[in-house]
């Protein structure tokens, strides 16, 4: 064999380009693709970005390590409102902490190799179900597409940039001393209220949870609730 250093630099790197290496579980010499290199450094996570995870859709009573449960096979990305996933990613690294954190946040849940296939959601809770598993609920904001058993998907922070302020408007059409409101903005928003003058209007606020809000007034009226 030549001296590596005689061979030609090639910059023009194709998926069916190839390497020469050693197999680790037999130490045969072996060769290995660009494409098989860059499918691996994906599915195990070993390139590092920031805010992401990436696990597995399994058929399994309950996930293992790197995988999640709870879709079905084919069902629309978007209907997604609960899944089961491992305290770890397929990387290995355990996402108990960074997941919590997010409660509340809004995430997008995408497969690999086909972006065409996403969710964008709002997490509202992240609850420990078996020491190894924590149930994920989920509200659906909007995606396209569906799930595929066995492929992976990558969970991201998400923001819209229009999304930076959401407002939702409530508009009360019938006259009524108490409004209640389902906001789905997964946080406890400022509400400010006009009736149908123009004129603001001070009530009692109670937020039910992060999507719902009950406003309290005295005397009945109509108008619009804005919350953000």
């Known amino acids: 064999m030549a001296r590596i250093s005689s061979y030609v630099f090639d910059a023009n790197v194709t998926d069916n380009d190839a390497w020469i290496g050693t197999e680790a579980s037999n130490r045969q010499t072996k060769q290995f693709t660009a494409a098989a290199v860059a499918k691996y450094l994906n599915i195990k996570g070993k390139i590092s970005i920031?805010?992401?995870?990436?696990?597995?859709?399994?058929?399994?009573?309950?996930?293992?390590a790197g995988d999640f449960t709870g879709p079905a096979d084919g069902s629309l990305i978007s209907s997604a409102t609960t899944m089961d996933l491992s305290i770890t990613d397929v990387s290995g690294a355990n996402t108990v902490a960074f997941l919590t954190y997010l409660v509340g946040n809004n995430i997008l849940i995408s497969e690999q190799n086909d972006i065409n296939n996403f969710g964008h959601f709002t997490i509202d809770s992240y609850v420990q179900k078996t020491p190894d598993v924590y149930t994920l609920t989920l509200t659906s904001l909007t995606g396209n597409g569906n799930f595929d058993v066995?492929?992976?998907?990558d969970f991201a922070l998400f923001t819209l940039t229009s999304q930076g302020v959401p407002t939702f408007i409530f508009t009360q059409g019938v006259p009524?001393?108490?409004w209640n409101i389902q906001h789905n903005l997964g946080k406890f928003p400022s509400v400010s209220v006009i009736n149908n003058n123009n004129i603001v209007i001070n009530g009692e606020v109670t937020y039910i949870d992060n999507n719902n809000v009950q406003l309290n007034f005295s005397a009945g009226f109509t108008g619009k609730a804005y919350l953000n």
């Open 176 to 178: 009524a001393t108490t």
């Open 50 to 64: 920031s805010a992401q995870m990436i696990f597995k859709l399994v058929d399994l009573a309950a996930p293992t």
């Open 150 to 153: 066995d492929k992976f998907y």
